[in-house]
């Protein structure tokens, strides 16, 4: 059943109900002028189920019902009304007259409309209370005095397999071939190498599994060999305990409130708006944090989770990037992103819901393969990797990341994580088609690798379609095409972002969830497996990101893809023709970068994004790649 | 069938004041805080109930009728005064709110109890803190939650705290605190009339049921006259010498009915009508209005099972006019059962509503000259606890604590 309440999309799973154990007789009191649609639609759904229903007419005095109560006396009495100050104090009195006529403990009430909330009921003697995302099968289930169906098939969710089902054929076989060979000769090449972050992993790996083992000398020699391969600053911390600038501890304050987080946030029984996780299903609509705060970013996760958010990305601080090593403790951050280190992942982890996915990132920096093991021993469902966006627009030096980014192919597989092949640097102005070669290139070698990964256009509008006018007609035919060339060419799966939307939203908080509703809604009908959005303010924050932001995007998302439904869209033929180019130009730069010998070489040479398109091979790491011993 | 068939009532002889702490013979004191509207103050009122209660070593349970203790008031989103509660003391409240107390609990147990945020459950409070309460929404689920509370916990006092103007399930009370003031309205002739209409409602007398069932003729249910307000009722009546109106007296459109029943039963003397439900000031006005046309020889005798079922449909402050015409026409007014009145708390707060930004803001009568205004016109206790400071509540706690301790012994 696909119905609406309150103008809200509401539960459409078309799961078969119990049946009714025995017909009731309900009594539905609009104490409104007008509104009673909702209570209709109700009506309609339980007279279906074959119960006895009594629609009283809008505006009569609660005394009079209060008389027909007494004569019908029904099992379930439900109440539409719009509640202001006065209201509520009606609505209370009516209880009131209610229980003095020894009619209360006969039969349950529920009160709907806007503004209901469980505790505004429960203040004023109801029940229940119904606000604006109450669905139908709420009313009936309360009705029928049993547990609502739709919280029933939430707790059954379970965490969605993003790469289920996809065998990562190539379809397009040139292209498939180009690809081989690129990432057979990366993996070749990296084979014979080190790093420092290499090592680092290594060492983390192992100091985790004696920490675990107690073996607590076996941590110490551990943790010196890893601070004799960290930076200035990082050692300062290992050796002097000095925090990296900008980071202090977490207060004991922020420790109690974590306390008090862990009672509110609860097992995902009491979402705030069920309906939105409902429209949502099992579409995954991520969302990032990294506030620099482990305490405000779980907040933020639980908001984001009741409102039906199904995953989480971990957005780490720029400086971890340039740094050699991670820190070790629970640390705030005072700027953007937080602090990578077992410690805070592990907070975090709390207040993930189990149907939830976690992505932790690892795709740009110096510390991408031990972020990959922090992730996985922190218990995280997803990682990120690309080396050409880390080299050519997140300033790590292609070599060193190459070597560090194929040890995260191999740990990712190893402990099973699925990553994203992330292609922002479109951002920085580098063409899609060569974004889309590097990302096809990096998945391969992680196929290669045994890992699964997915991979993770970006729905924005970049330089190049600014630049050349390619988006001007409309914003859906260019992302159309980048999922058409991609299908076209391999069955892998999609996660578009990241965030999607970027240089369409504004600062306006209206436009900006308009924005990332329609890009969202236009990924997830276009065949994506999930999506990555920001919040509202995400774009232009001059300060941190409000919760409100985060719903004003998650429920904008909820209502698009309520409206579009099962509804195909459609691109305009120019799609067609675009995604023509796309192959052409991708299949060229996968010539070129067999031409270059390497892909370390083609990102040097610009062949994956030049210096006229905006890409810069980074620096950071340079000359650290060391051949193994 | 007529009224000298029934029982006829003597007035003084069955009838005495609300009596304190006789509750069923119960050793336990309910001491109800109820509001005429949200915002009156009952959440601050109790907060100092529960800090005197504390100073005094007097353990107590609380609960509530509604939902309190919450950071943002539920309708207005303007802060509200927090709950806390001290070692040794009993709670219960919905279950997801034990999650969220400051304070810590043992043994929490289920009432048995559900309300709209879940089961009610009662835990003893084994670390001081902040609580959030949600309790019964109604008086058979207050009832089971105070016998849970006094059989299971061995609590004397339960402390009941109130919900918007809601007052039915106060009538489990022994003892009643109400709170008014600005948020109710900021007219002060108007106010002063409702808290004067329940102060009169509050102290209508009591019907001495012992001596009315003893009375002759009256042992056998099968032989005594009854009716119902709209139709014979099949079930056995509580009180064989009654004429039971059925649901209540709200609705002037129902009297004609009600009229031509009683008249069937009686046309002259006195007669007991028994008005179990609620009663509408006006519909009892007319009913008695259109009888006295019908019937000029008939006395009536109403009995309403709790003069709180006079206060949950239309004004208050009709009452005093209604009940004085009444009585000077001969007619008698009881109730079966009482809760003692100690007096009202007066709170100059008021959410004031901004059109233009579309939220409540603070608004404050002056405090002095409310009470001041109030107290002259009214004549009842009545105190504002910020202003003055908590003595006069004090005073009334304290006559609880001595009903307790009267029924103990």
Redesign the interface.
């Known amino acids: 059943m696909t119905e609406k309440v309150g103008g809200r999309p509401v539960h459409g799973d078309g799961a078969v109900r119990p049946r009714t154990p025995e017909p009731k007789k309900v009594l539905m009191v609009p104490l409104d002028p007008v509104h009673d649609v909702g209570l209709k639609l109700i009506r309609r759904a339980l007279s279906q189920r074959g119960h006895e229903v009594v629609l009283l007419p809008p505006d009569l ?4 019902v ?2 027909k109560a ?1 004569e019908i006396r029904p099992d379930c009495l439900l109440v539409s009304r719009t ?3 006065g209201t ?2 009606l609505l ?2 009516f ?3 209610l ?7 006969k039969m349950r009430v529920a009160v709907g409309g806007m ?1 209901i ?13 119904f606000g604006p995302d109450t669905t139908v099968d709420d009313a009936v289930a309360f009705v029928e005095d049993r547990e609502f169906q739709g919280t029933r098939a939430r707790r059954k969710l379970s965490k969605p397999d993003l790469t289920e089902g996809f065998s990562y054929r190539f379809k397009d076989e040139e292209i498939g071939c180009l690809c081989h060979e690129v990432a057979q000769e990366l993996l070749s090449w990296a084979k014979e190498r080190t790093s420092p972050g290499v090592l680092r992993a290594e060492i983390r790996e192992e100091m985790e599994r004696a920490r675990k083992e107690g073996r607590q000398e076996e941590v110490s020699r551990l943790r010196d060999e890893y601070a004799r391969l960290t930076g200035d600053e990082i050692l300062r911390f290992y050796r002097e305990g000095t925090p990296v600038s900008h980071t202090r501890p977490l207060t004991p304050p922020e420790a109690r409130a974590f306390s008090d987080l862990e ?2 946030a ?1 097992d995902g029984d ?1 979402l705030t708006c069920p309906a939105s996780a409902d429209v949502m299903g099992n579409r995954v609509v991520f969302v990032q944090y990294g506030t620099g705060c482990p305490l405000v970013d779980s907040y933020h996760i639980v908001l984001s989770q009741s409102w039906g958010a199904r995953g989480v990305v971990h957005f780490d601080p720029s400086w971890g990037a340039r740094q050699e090593g991670l820190l070790e403790g629970t640390w705030s951050h005072q700027h953007d992103g937080t602090v990578i280190t077992l410690d805070n992942l592990q907070l975090i982890k709390k207040y993930i819901l189990p149907w939830t996915l976690w992505q932790v990132r690892a795709h740009r920096g110096l510390n991408t393969p031990e972020t990959v093991v922090l992730a996985a021993l922190a218990g995280a469902d997803l990682t990120k990797v690309n080396m050409v966006y880390g080299s050519l627009a997140a300033g790590t030096d292609p070599e060193r990341l190459c070597v560090d980014g194929v040890k995260c192919l191999e740990l990712a597989a190893r402990f099973g994580l699925p990553y994203d092949v992330v292609t922002n640097e479109e951002l920085a102005g580098v063409p899609a088609a060569k974004a889309f070669a590097g990302m096809l290139v990096v998945m391969t070698a992680g196929v290669l690798s045994g890992g699964r990964p997915i991979l993770q256009p970006l729905f924005a509008r970049s330089p190049e379609a600014i630049i050349n006018g390619i988006m001007d007609e409309d914003f859906v035919d260019f992302n159309a095409a980048k999922m058409m060339v991609l299908a076209d060419i391999v069955d892998a799966p999609v996660w578009p972002g990241a965030p999607v939307g970027f240089l369409t939203q504004s600062q306006d908080r209206v436009q900006s969830s308009t924005m990332t509703a329609l890009h969202a809604a236009l990924a997830l009908h276009l065949g994506s497996r999930a999506v990555t959005i920001a919040s509202s303010d995400e774009a232009y924050a001059g300060g941190p990101i409000t919760g409100a932001s985060r719903v004003d995007s998650l429920k904008s998302v909820a209502a698009a893809l309520r409206f579009f439904g099962q509804t195909k869209i459609t691109p305009s033929p120019r799609a067609a023709s675009l995604r023509e180019k796309l192959r052409e130009d991708i299949l060229n730069t996968l010539k070129s970068a067999v031409a270059a010998g390497s892909l370390v070489d083609a990102l040097y040479a610009g062949v994956f994004g030049s210096r006229e398109d905006g890409a810069y091979p980074g620096r950071a790491g340079r000359g650290t790649v060391t051949k193994r011993s | 069938m007529n009224g000298k068939n029934l029982t006829p009532a003597t007035v003084g002889e069955k009838l005495r004041p609300p009596n304190e702490g006789d509750r069923d013979g119960a050793p336990i004191a309910v001491l109800g805080i109820a509001g005429t ?2 915002n009156t103050g009952k959440t601050t009122a109790l907060n100092q109930v529960i800090r005197y209660l504390g100073d005094q070593k007097k353990f107590f349970a609380v609960t509530s ?4 203790g ?1 950071d943002f008031d ?3 989103g303007l802060g509200k005064p927090r709950v806390f509660v001290p070692e040794g003391s009993v709670v219960a409240t ?1 279950q ?1 709110l034990f ?2 107390a400051g304070a810590e609990f043992s043994g929490v147990r289920d009432t048995g109890v ?4 879940g089961r009610v459950l009662a835990g003893r409070v084994k670390k001081a803190g902040r609580v959030v309460l ?1 309790g019964p ?5 207050l009832g089971e939650v105070i016998r849970f509370l006094r059989e299971t916990a061995g609590v004397e006092l339960v402390l009941v705290d109130g ?7 106060m ?1 489990l009370a022994s003892h009643l605190i109400v709170a008014t003031g600005a948020a109710r309205t900021d007219d002060v002739p108007t106010l002063a009339a409702e808290v004067t209409g329940i102060g009169t409602v509050m102290s209508l007398p009591v019907l001495d049921l012992g001596a009315e069932r003893s009375c002759p003729g009256s042992s056998s249910p099968a032989a005594s006259p009854r009716g119902t307000w709209a139709q014979e009722l099949s079930g056995a009546h509580k009180y064989p010498w009654e004429v039971d109106l ?3 007296l ?2 002037r ?2 009297v004609p009915t009600g009229v031509a029943l009683v008249r069937r039963i009686a046309r002259e003397g006195v007669l007991t009508v028994h008005v ?3 009663v ?1 000031p006006s519909a009892l006005e007319e009913f008695a209005r259109v009888l006295e046309d019908k019937a000029p020889a008939l006395r009536m005798r109403f009995v309403f ?2 003069p ?2 006079l206060l ?2 239309g004004k208050a402050s009709s009452w005093p006019g209604i009940l004085a015409a009444l009585t000077e026409r001969g007619h008698e007014i009881a109730v079966m059962k009482s809760t003692t009145l100690l007096g009202f708390t007066l709170n100059p707060f008021k ?1 004031a ?1 901004q059109e233009s930004s579309g939220r ?1 803001r603070a608004e404050y009568a002056d405090a002095a000259w409310f009470l001041k205004e109030v107290r002259s016109r009214t004549g009842l206790p009545i105190t504002d606890i910020v202003l003055e400071g908590p003595s006069l509540l004090e005073s009334w706690v304290t006559r609880v604590i001595s009903a307790i301790g009267r029924c103990r012994a």
Do not use: W
């Not at chain 1, 229980?99 to 403990?105: F, K």
């Not at chain 1, 909330?117 to 209370?129: N, S, V, Y």
């Not at chain 2, 929404?137 to 689920?141: E, L, N, Y």
């Not at chain 2, 919900?163 to 399930?169: D, H, L």
């Open positions: 005095p609660p005394e009079e209060v008389q007494g509640i202001s100050y509520a104090e209370a009195r209880l009131d007259l229980d003095t006529a020894g009619l209360r403990d503004s909330r469980p505790e505004l009921a429960q203040e004023m003697g109801f029940d229940a209370g009672k509110t609860g009491d | 509207a949200k009728i509604g939902f309190d919450e539920t309708v207005t919905a997801p999650r969220l559900r309300c709209a945020l949600a929404a109604t008086t058979r689920g919900a918007f103007s809601r007052v039915a399930p009538c059925g649901t209540g709200i609705a459109s129902a179990p439900g609620p509408n099972d709790h709180l079922n949950v449909s959410p509503f409540y």
